[in-house]
């Protein structure tokens, strides 16, 4: 037995929303043979644009049930069914929602006209119930309102049924098949694409912008978990309604796959990824000359487009940095803006300090660079070469200098006498120090994959 429904609500997720009309018809695979409808008070306001989608208004569902006084009723008539819907990841999820905050736990098998139309009737340019209706001359006096949504489903429903040639319906029932959790729509076969292998996914909407990148050790498998549960909130129910295709890549291991990530969702900003997107180097370490023509040091803000002579997420860290160049190259605290009063300069050369014009600025400059060139030496240069895509090849990532350079694969008989060589075989990426850290994190645990260049 089937229960098609079709529900109207006062906005797009359930946990946030109320039902204000609910429609079941009872199908028993040839013909509806019971029906249901009721107005709900939703007990808050019906916004405008919907009121004037739908024709029902705060006066109409004034002394209407509240959920709960129907709940009975509606899991009754739920219960031990197949729940078919338009889109039937929307209706389940605010019916199943609003059950269960009435005390019933509903378990059901669901079916999507949407789904099931695209496999039984393909090549439409729409797959909506009003213009899937009109072309299958199922007539809708009470479009928007759940009784006429209901009645028209179950017409199209019925169509479906008689048209399933190659039982596309039982096959979407058999308990294996977990079809019905995708987005109405995303092609089943775009799932079925993906590996089980790293990788970076992206999912696209209907016009094939990139609206989420993830990345996976197992892509088939993680791509396929955000499909399940039953999160009513309003960030999953729109992202899933705006899913229309999933591409991936490829990755030799999960670092790769990381590091990908985090590039991608720098390049592409898509619109549902939040983490990853604002991470910038906050602080960076410049080196500039004074009107004196004393170079100076200092940790500010990072500015991008600047040539920074290092980065790091914390003012501590920059200045710690910082503070042990003035120890070991008797610097100037000063000219190094980590003392900023007007007492004497408490460097080691107090009484005779560049910062006091008794140092020739040739002198001190010459200390500087070498401070810059030591800090420049202390960082590491080193690659990871790890699994690739195939038996034949190797993922290869290389920190240059402290800095993410890039990645690529080469030839699993590849070997790099200098580091010019191996970048030749790499393609640059942005890094920041996420990425950085994720490297050197990956090096520590697993020093046998690493290879180490002269800095």
Same mark, same amino acid.
């Given at each position: 037995?089937?229960?098609?429904?079709?529900?109207?609500?006062?906005?797009?997720?359930?946990?946030?929303?109320? !039902?204000?009309?609910?429609?079941?018809?009872?199908?028993?695979?040839? %013909?509806?043979?019971?029906?249901?409808?009721?107005?709900?008070?939703?007990?808050?306001?019906?916004?405008?644009?919907?009121?004037?989608?739908?024709?029902?208004?705060?006066?109409?569902?004034?002394?209407?049930?509240?959920?709960?006084?129907?709940?009975? =009723?509606?899991?009754?008539?739920?219960?031990?069914?197949?729940?078919?819907?338009?889109?039937?990841?929307?209706?389940?999820?605010?019916?199943?929602?609003?059950?269960?905050?009435?005390?019933? =736990?509903?378990?059901?098998?669901?079916?999507?006209?949407?789904?099931?139309?695209?496999?039984?009737?393909?090549?439409?340019?729409?797959?909506?119930?009003?213009?899937?209706?009109?072309?299958?001359?199922?007539?809708? *006096?009470?479009?928007?309102?759940?009784?006429?949504?209901?009645?028209?489903?179950?017409?199209?429903?019925?169509?479906?049924?008689?048209?399933?040639?190659?039982?596309?319906?039982?096959?979407?029932?058999?308990?294996?098949?977990?079809?019905?959790?995708?987005?109405?729509?995303?092609?089943?076969?775009?799932?079925?694409?993906?590996?089980?292998?790293?990788?970076?996914?992206?999912?696209?909407?209907? %016009?094939?912008?990139?609206?989420?990148?993830?990345?996976?050790?197992?892509?088939?498998?993680?791509?396929?978990?955000?499909? #399940?549960?039953?999160?009513?909130?309003?960030?999953?129910?729109?992202?899933?309604?705006?899913?229309?295709? $999933?591409?991936?890549?490829?990755?030799?291991? /999960?670092?790769?796959?990381?590091?990908?990530?985090?590039? *991608?969702?720098?390049?592409?900003?898509?619109?549902?990824?939040?983490?990853?997107?604002?991470? *910038?180097?906050?602080?960076?370490?410049?080196?500039? /000359?004074?009107?004196?023509?004393?170079?100076?040091?200092?940790? =500010?803000?990072?500015?991008?487009?600047?040539?920074? !002579?290092?980065?790091?997420?914390?003012?501590?860290?920059?200045?710690?940095?910082?503070?042990?160049? !003035?120890?070991?190259?008797?610097?100037?605290? %000063?000219?190094?803006?980590?003392?900023?009063?007007?007492?004497?300069?408490?460097?080691?050369?107090?009484?005779?300090?560049?910062?006091?014009?008794?140092?020739?600025?040739?002198?001190?400059?010459?200390?500087?660079?070498?401070? $810059?060139?030591?800090?420049?030496?202390?960082?590491? #240069?080193?690659?990871?070469?790890?699994?690739?895509?195939?038996?034949? *090849?190797?993922?290869?990532?290389? $920190? /240059? %200098?402290?800095?993410?350079?890039?990645?690529?694969?080469?030839?699993?008989?590849?070997?790099?006498?200098?580091?010019?060589?191996?970048?030749?075989?790499?393609?640059?990426?942005?890094?920041?120090?996420?990425?950085?850290?994720?490297? =050197?994190?990956?090096?520590?645990?697993?020093?046998?994959?690493?290879?180490?260049?002269?800095?």
């Amino acid at each position: 037995m089937y229960a098609i429904v079709d529900i109207e609500t006062t906005g797009g997720h359930a946990s946030a929303n109320g !039902i204000t009309e609910i429609a079941i018809c009872i199908h028993n695979g040839k %013909k509806v043979i019971e029906r249901y409808s009721t107005l709900v008070n939703p007990r808050r306001d019906i916004p405008i644009y919907i009121s004037a989608l739908t024709g029902i208004t705060n006066e109409m569902v004034e002394n209407a049930p509240p959920f709960e006084d129907v709940a009975h =009723d509606v899991y009754h008539l739920l219960n031990n069914k197949i729940f078919v819907a338009h889109n039937v990841n929307f209706d389940h999820s605010f019916v199943r929602y609003h059950l269960a905050a009435a005390g019933y =736990d509903l378990q059901c098998n669901k079916l999507c006209t949407v789904r099931l139309g695209r496999k039984i009737i393909p090549g439409l340019p729409s797959y909506s119930l009003g213009k899937l209706c009109r072309h299958l001359g199922i007539e809708n *006096e009470s479009r928007h309102r759940a009784a006429g949504d209901a009645e028209a489903t179950a017409q199209l429903f019925s169509l479906l049924l008689q048209s399933d040639k190659s039982n596309h319906i039982p096959q979407a029932l058999k308990q294996t098949s977990k079809e019905q959790r995708l987005p109405a729509n995303l092609p089943k076969q775009d799932v079925e694409a993906l590996p089980q292998s790293p990788g970076v996914y992206y999912f696209h909407d209907q %016009k094939g912008k990139v609206i989420y990148v993830g990345k996976a050790k197992n892509l088939k498998k993680r791509v396929c978990s955000h499909f #399940t549960g039953n999160n009513p909130g309003p960030q999953r129910q729109e992202f899933l309604r705006n899913i229309f295709n $999933i591409t991936f890549q490829q990755c030799g291991t /999960e670092l790769v796959a990381f590091v990908m990530e985090a590039v *991608e969702i720098k390049r592409l900003w898509p619109k549902y990824n939040r983490s990853l997107k604002r991470f *910038e180097h906050a602080y960076s370490l410049y080196a500039f /000359e004074d009107q004196r023509g004393y170079m100076r040091l200092a940790i =500010d803000k990072h500015r991008k487009m600047t040539g920074a !002579i290092y980065s790091c997420n914390t003012l501590f860290e920059g200045r710690s940095i910082l503070m042990k160049l !003035i120890d070991a190259f008797g610097l100037c605290p %000063k000219l190094c803006f980590i003392q900023n009063n007007n007492s004497e300069c408490s460097g080691p050369n107090t009484g005779n300090c560049a910062c006091e014009g008794h140092e020739f600025v040739t002198d001190y400059n010459q200390r500087v660079s070498l401070a $810059i060139n030591e800090l420049n030496k202390a960082l590491p #240069t080193f690659a990871i070469r790890d699994a690739g895509r195939t038996d034949d *090849e190797h993922s290869c990532l290389l $920190i /240059e %200098k402290g800095k993410f350079y890039g990645m690529g694969y080469i030839s699993h008989y590849f070997n790099a006498d200098t580091l010019d060589q191996l970048k030749n075989h790499l393609t640059p990426y942005p890094g920041n120090d996420y990425i950085r850290n994720m490297v =050197d994190s990956y090096a520590i645990r697993y020093p046998d994959r690493k290879m180490v260049f002269a800095g």
